[in-house]
């Protein structure tokens, strides 16, 4: 009776071993492969570290019951007989973990291929606010009223205005449709949006760009979206200047001003909600976001071609 007691508690705790272990293993990889985007590797890595840890747990537990219910010595461990045995129930296993992770596969892609689904139409969403945002009228009257008052006090800036101008509205036609585009590019056009603004605010607005490596790619207009919430949401005056840095942090850009924050009527929000969508879909890195009484801070991470 009390054997039968052992092997009840000793079974209870190989099977939770079992469970809780197997369910650690595939939540780390759920947490680092997609069903999507890497399935095969995704699978066959998950396979082999389950089917690993569970050979072991098996192996153990056939160990536990030559010695303890057949009365077996090591000699015997070593045995023809428990080399069968074992590879009996390694079998057993390795079919069943097929049958499971199969099922889950099946489960998992149909999820993901859904859930990039959803994204995708959120990113043609984004695609379209972000377009939006650029051609926005009020955008365009402050750079004509900024232009018209250039063309009677300097001819010469307000020449280099207009090409400016059109540098932004040429990059925002031609990128409006796509999900990438180099960094290099986006700092670029990042130049000639802060220029524009520059005019508009004078010695108002100060930016400070350090960004020591381009070959990287990035969601167009999200460094300009990130501008342009600092401008919107925050005081700009002599008395109180803004300052956006835009600086390389690893394998972040970072965008970062100081707070001074006014109520804006009709604020949405969807501005950095949309770069959140984006970066979702292009890849599984994050943005982060730091803010503090004095400071805030938006860490992009910067893309490769086969982070996508």
Known sequence: MRRLGYQLVFGF??????????????????????????YVKRFWLNFLAVFSYSSFIIVVFNIYIYLNLRGATWEVIFSKGFYFDSLVSLMICAIICLFLFGLQFLGGWRESALV???????????????????LNPHFLFNSLNALSTLIYKDQDTASLFTDQLSKVYRYVL??????????????????????????????????????????????????QMLIENAIKHNVISKEHPLTISIRSDGDFIAIKNNLQKKKVENSTGIGLDNIKKRFQYLSNKEIKINETSANYEVKLPLLNIDDR
Request: proline share 3%.
């Open 13 to 38: 705790f190989i099977s939770l071993f079992l469970w809780v272990g197997n369910g650690m293993i595939t939540d780390w990889f759920d947490a680092r492969y997609s069903w999507v985007n890497d």
């Open 174 to 223: 031609e990128n409006q449709s796509e999900e990438i585009v180099p960094l290099s590019n986006e700092m670029a056009f990042t130049d000639a949006y802060v220029f524009l603004q520059q005019i508009r605010f004078g010695d108002n607005l100060k930016v400070n760009v350090d960004v020591s490596d381009t070959n990287f790619v990035i969601p167009p207009l999200a460094l």
């Open 116 to 134: 990039a689904e959803k994204l995708k139409s959120e990113q043609l969403t984004s695609q379209f606010e972000a377009l939006k945002t650029q």
